[in-house]
């Protein structure tokens, strides 16, 4: 974040770095995970490459072959650090147990998987984020059509019994 100490909420989109930003937007849209999908393109960090590549003028600037770069990858978890310190999100390590109450019940694990995101604190932030990137003429398109997909996956998986 742009210059605040770790006790410190942003107050809204502007006050993130861009990969905040995109991050926290592309966290609200409410992907699957990736390996319950059996679909890498809805692993949160190719996602949030995307959009950050797509904010900067080029798509694929953060991706290698359909994966994120190690470059983002570890600029990423150094946003979703500071984010986490900032009271904005609460990182789950790969393996770890989700927090009870961390998430809706409804679409609970037992687990966190390797490809599963950190959970959104600040749902207001995260939502006004969204709204920040839809406003994209650049962005919109690509996170509309993740948006749609998402929403048949998730239909599959719970007729399949995900999460029940």
Same mark, same amino acid.
């Given at each position: ?22 991050? %926290?937007?592309?966290?609200?849209? !409410?992907? &699957?995970? #990736?390996?319950?999908?059996? @679909?890498? +393109?809805?692993?949160? *960090?190719? $996602? ?40 904005? %999100?609460?990182?789950?390590?790969? !393996?770890? &147990?989700? #927090?009870?109450?961390?998430? @809706?019940? +409804?679409?609970?694990? *037992?687990? $966190? ?50 999460? #029940?």
């Amino acid at each position: 974040m742009r210059g605040m100490s770790e006790r410190e909420r942003p107050r809204g989109p502007a006050e993130l770095a861009d990969v905040e930003r995109a991050l %926290l937007g592309v966290l609200c849209v !409410g992907l &699957p995970p #990736a390996r319950a999908a059996g @679909d890498d +393109a809805f692993r949160v *960090d190719c $996602v949030t490459a995307r959009v950050l590549g797509l904010l900067e003028g080029d798509g694929g600037r953060h991706l290698d072959g359909g994966r994120a770069t190690a470059a983002f990858r570890e600029r990423l978890r150094a946003a979703i650090a500071e984010l986490a310190a900032a009271g904005v %999100l609460a990182d789950q390590p790969a !393996g770890a &147990p989700v #927090a009870a109450g961390g998430v @809706d019940p +409804a679409l609970a694990l *037992d687990v $966190v998987a390797p490809d599963a995101h950190p959970a959104v604190l600040d749902r207001q932030l995260a939502q006004e984020c969204m709204e920040s990137l839809f406003g994209v003429k650049a962005v919109y398109p690509y996170l509309m059509e993740r948006y749609a997909a998402s929403g048949a996956v998730w239909r599959r998986l719970r007729a399949a019994g995900y999460g #029940a």
